[in-house]
């Protein structure tokens, strides 16, 4: 049973609602969900609207073409997805293989619905579970001197396997701004605190040094502007004096997972906009 | 800066999304919330939609009408609220505060959008505050001998005060079918654990019994067949074996009063719709 | 049933257990509760032992003299409560009544064992609530003219009423450093962010502004390095774009009075130690 | 930096916690954590000590020897582990893959403490990723039948393997009572519900059913009592009426790979007294 996801965003005024109910209507369609908001203090609307292709009385290619004289009446950044549809996706690792476990197991299951291309890594240490699974993995070494030859290949490798989501599962290079820039709002990052606390190198050791009482994940679209990427999602946890900074650590690494399978998830759900550096997440 | 909320379900079928959306466009409505909801399962069709008074083209006493045959035609259960409306509202209490004290210090902080009528105890204990809180108190003991007697004044009570929302703020008596007849889904009563877990009396001995690492409340409209009344609001909270039944009940204590809080406040904002023995909350 | 509690640290060495188990042992005392912790980044020692008064050996105001010797050979900073002792406490406030409205109504209950003396605030809104629960009020209002007699006034009234600890229920006035001076780790403050984030004036605009997915609230002990002292509790709730700074603020209130509840119980119950600018929680 | 960990219960009397501190001590012992608990209604004690292994003056062979007077003279159940025992552990799953995945790649990864000897299942699903990890892998497929059989070849093979800890990842089949018996409290399953509510079959489906706004999920110690022994975690997570039952099962699949994953680790680290039907765990 496919259906078909708009997601469109635009200057808010009277109608749009009406409008767009009106066209699904109109093509004997069917609304599975639909969910909406308004930011009142920018004047924004935004709307994700999931509907049945079952019944719809246009084919999959002429829905753009019929819907886009509304998009344009009204100004909308608009994207039309078939649930159907699985995103070309690469996953970027460093060391630490939790999170990219995760995901290697969620997406093995069939539990995220990605084409996953390839997976690239700094280090060699995924490379066997990796081929067990049937995934091409592509080892990028990086040390000073060849960082930005690797950068490079980075990008061959993102536009060769012709990605168009890239998560960052504790991949601890810097990204190169060529790729944050052609992969804008498609890349997302897991930060391993509550930002905007603790940005920068060792948050877990910031947070034990301050001593606070519960720690955090924040899953974000990387920008670089390092930490300060529109967040996803983001989640905390309890954590006592006893918990000194190996016990954090490990105590984070589940935030980490959990909140980064989370935002992906939404994502290929089609179900996160962008606006500024924040984001509406239906 | 007043509003509109229509809270309405019925039947699901094509365009009652775009029905909704065009009866309000077309008297210059500006929605400002809207939220809809579809059991596929019942197919059934649920919406809340909360749209600005100051541009709407009909007074709000030609607002009902205009909008009844819509109603008609999609056999609509539909409710027409305005947002500065405040639903008279009584509040039952035994011996225990922390319940009626939160909502005695919300409603006297401009927080609980209700006209407080009335507090009824069966004990007096509740009399002192809320005479300095200018709250009408009525003082109901109850005996075997004397309960038949004061359900039929507790009935009486609620009618003479023109009450429209009861809230049982850990009412420890059982309250009359005459009344739950009366009062039907307008009855907020909270349990003092995770329902359908430990039904019936001390739920906190039976947790402990049960040794339990969560402990829970539940706040559900009341219904003749106890703790079974649909659910609005659940929470938990982690507990250990260090919590003997006292630190349960008083953990459990704050569980209790935060979630029947925002039950209430649900209730008062109109956004809940009950249908079977579930509710959807907006 | 009154017990004891010591509350201690040491530098950390062999044997502190095992001196303080034989202490209570050798005066037939009965251990109802014991919890240690060792820092051992910082070799600091912390235990918090409450034993059975009603067996005890030795009478009450001769236990801290028995204690004394072993206390000095370990070097310990150590205090001796007992759990019938009522600390004698102020409630300051502002215009906001959510924290201090529940932290009355907890003391009305006999739910914080404190012996409550006084309520100070710079605006007058709570007097007619504390003078119905027979608790003084004193109204100090503030203009940048009065803040300094209205300081000294303020720590004249802490004197006078011989208060052993100050809560901060949304105290909007910079509390001076006489007071704080005379108060160390004796003044518990509620800020309304997940400290460090937000720091300063309107953190929930802020969080809006960042469109974080967690607000947060924090208590800790006032230092005159605002928002940099030692945390005592922390807590964050989900919220979504459709939070508007109100709602976030509404939200807010409602973690706020929750973790300074907490935050007060735990000191009144004996089970916080600072150190540094951190805190053990027992 | 190898630690001794002494895991007991015993009669609650005066004197326990000295006498082990004392032994400890007499030994040059040096305490990294203690933790003790008193049920003063069954009149039980607790307590979990880890102390250094490289200045105690005992070697390991030594400590028990040295130690069971003591236990012997307060009839003490106690256990004494090493931090550098691994636990000799099988996993048991059938077709669904989410614990499973999660205990196989948090032992991959190093973060479970277990010596994974087997992994066992009604199908064949996991065979090639155990492959891929170097796990043996028993197929054991189960008819009306063949079950009687495959329960022994159970018994069997967790025999061979020489397995200490049984946990059961999403294992779908009952575990006889032969099983059950051999390894008492040494088999962990996890429930798809928060128990006690929802005991038996498809608890998603009775939790749609019941309209609950929370689902959660239990990790206790398998009884034949099925779904009544002791419980070692447990945890929740909010839903809507949005949620239908396979979203319900979806949210409930990441809440059960953590609690399970929990327990093992809080197994695997000694950190779990049973006593009656309930856990203590430190």
């Known amino acids: 049973m496919a259906s078909a996801v708009l997601l469109l965003s635009c200057p808010d005024r009277r109608g749009i609602v009406a409008e767009v109910a009106n066209f699904i209507l109109e093509h004997d369609g069917n609304v599975l969900h639909a969910d909406q908001h308004v930011d009142h203090l920018d004047g924004v609307f935004f709307q994700r609207v999931e509907f049945d292709l079952d019944s719809f009385a246009l084919g999959r290619d002429d829905i753009w073409p019929a819907f886009a004289p509304i998009a344009d009446r009204f100004a909308m950044a608009a994207v039309l997805r078939f649930s159907d549809d699985r995103l070309p996706a690469a996953f970027l690792a460093s060391r630490q293989p939790h ?6 197991m969620r997406w093995h299951s069939g539990e995220l619905p990605c084409d996953l291309r390839v997976v690239i890594s700094n280090h060699d240490d995924h490379a066997a579970l990796c081929e ?3 995934v091409p993995f592509r080892h990028l070494p990086m040390t000073p001197e060849t960082k930005p030859a690797q950068d490079a ?3 061959d490798h993102l536009r060769s396997y012709d990605v168009e989501l890239v998560v960052l599962a504790r991949y601890m290079q810097i990204v190169p701004p060529s790729v944050t820039a052609a992969y ?9 605190s509550f930002l905007p606390a603790f940005i920068g190198a ?3 050791r910031q947070a034990h040094e301050r001593g606070v009482k519960l720690i955090g994940a924040t899953a974000h679209y990387a920008t670089d502007d390092l930490d300060e990427g529109p967040i996803i999602d983001q989640e905390t946890a309890r954590v006592t004096h006893r918990d000194d900074v190996a016990r954090l650590t490990r105590a984070g690494r589940d935030l980490e997972t959990a909140v980064l399978a989370r935002a992906v998830r939404a994502h290929l759900e089609h179900r996160v906009l962008v606006y500024g550096h924040k984001t509406v997440v239906f």
Chains 1, 2, 3, 4 share one sequence.
């Open 202 to 204: 060792n948050p877990y």
């Open 132 to 134: 067990s699974l049937g």
């Open 99 to 104: 999170c990219l476990d995760d995901l290697l």
């Open 184 to 192: 804008a709002n498609r890349i997302i990052n897991i930060h391993h």
């Open 153 to 155: 290949a980075l990008l």
